[in-house]
């Protein structure tokens, strides 16, 4: 039956080795300054995409849902960013504090607790056009 066979090794390593190339081409380029909005796994950490894993590795600083949530995953990926929250109590307060930074020409990644931050989640507001 399909799937029941063992994983072929010389296929893993050639992945592996692929993803490996990939990332280190991105890491070795600047980030530029501005707002990232990243997708984030929802359910199996496995699921991070290398795009997503080097961007928030390069970002100067992360925003978050919540911190404990988003510091496993950065673990699972060796990923060491200052994070901080930003959410529905404290976007108000921290909007002002963004904004400025971006403005400094910051690289500013913001994730969701799971998935891609829709219109709803936090930075809503970072993201309307006309906002800057």
């Known amino acids: 039956r399909p799937g029941d066979e063992p994983p072929d090794d010389d ?31 929802i359910g199996n950490l496995g699921d991070m995409t290398v795009r997503a894993a080097t961007t928030l590795a390069r970002a100067d600083s992360i925003l978050c849902e919540d911190t404990r949530v988003s510091r496993t995953l950065l673990a699972r990926y060796a990923i060491k960013r200052p994070l901080r929250a930003f959410h529905e109590h404290n976007e108000e307060a921290e909007q002002a504090r963004v904004l400025a930074e971006l403005g400094e020409g910051h690289a500013i990644a913001l994730i969701s607790d799971a998935g891609r931050p829709p219109l709803p989640d936090p930075g809503f507001k970072l993201r309307r056009p006309g906002v800057a």
């Open 11 to 41: 296929a893993a390593r050639l992945v592996g080795a692929a993803l490996a190339e990939q990332a280190a081409r991105e890491m070795a380029e600047p980030l530029a300054g501005g707002l990232y909005v990243v997708a984030t796994p």
